[in-house]
């Protein structure tokens, strides 16, 4: 098939699996920017002027998806309890002589170990590894029904995949509308990640992963 695009204009086409595209300008000038998308995966591309830059960029996201796709194939707890997903200290008041909660327009039904997970390893507040285990094990007191096993690996599984979403937001908050207040909580959320991460041998994989990418962050 043989397409002509006018100048200053554009095309989408299909191109299947072993079919080749070349572009051609036929008055020698400058050939047209390209944007290839993958059909089942729209964040998946590649661009004629960055294509060897995305190329390493596009397997490692392929191998982190899917690393973090195991990771959630091996929490043991059901989501069946009320998550807030926004649990940390600046999201609680003190009211009454009791503890409000705010924020929660992003709550859901979800794994019962998320919200602590964010109330201890909350990357906007700066605490020592002994209180967040003394917070844990309180938790774990009062709720006789857990097995503590379970649920600490469930906890640190959701720990790390949740910093490492906050560092994506950061970076995006960065780059995109210019809110770069948030950059420097980032090394603590790298340095809860690498105190969670030593934790379990299902982080292997993850831990390997991370290192060859970000080397200066995963020790």
């Known amino acids: 098939m043989r397409q002509t695009i006018q100048p200053r204009s554009g095309t989408a086409f299909t191109i299947k699996k072993g079919e ?3 572009v051609i300008d036929p008055e020698g000038e400058q050939v047209a920017d390209l944007y290839a998308f993958n059909e089942h995966d729209k964040e998946e591309f590649i661009s004629s002027g960055r294509s060897l830059d995305y190329n390493e960029s596009i397997q490692f996201k392929k191998k982190f998806r899917l690393e973090i796709k195991k990771l959630l194939s091996k929490l043991n707890y059901k989501n069946v309890t009320f ?3 926004d649990f940390h200290v600046s999201n609680l008041m003190y ?3 009791k503890i409000a909660v705010i924020d929660s ?3 859901l039904i979800g794994n019962r170990a998320y919200d602590l997970a964010s109330l201890i390893d909350d990357v ?3 605490t020592s590894n002994e209180l967040k285990e003394k917070v844990f094990k309180f938790y774990v007191k009062t709720n006789k029904k857990i097995n503590l096993e379970k649920f600490k690996k469930d ?3 959701l720990s790390v995949l ?3 979403k906050i560092i994506g937001i950061f970076m995006r908050l960065a780059a995109r509308d210019n809110k770069k207040k948030y950059l420097k909580l980032i090394p603590y959320a790298w340095e ?3 105190h969670r991460i030593k934790e379990q041998s299902e982080f292997n994989n993850l831990m390997l992963l991370l290192k060859n990418n970000f080397p200066k962050f995963i020790r």
Do not use: T
Request: net charge positive; hydrophobic share 40%.
């Open 124 to 126: 906007r507040l700066k």
């Open 20 to 22: 080749l595209l070349k």
């Open 95 to 97: 009211y009454n002589k």
């Open 192 to 194: 809860m990640i690498n």
């Open 105 to 107: 327009q992003d709550a």
């Open 155 to 157: 906890f640190e599984i």
């Open 83 to 85: 998550v807030h997903r």
């Open 162 to 164: 949740r910093n490492l």
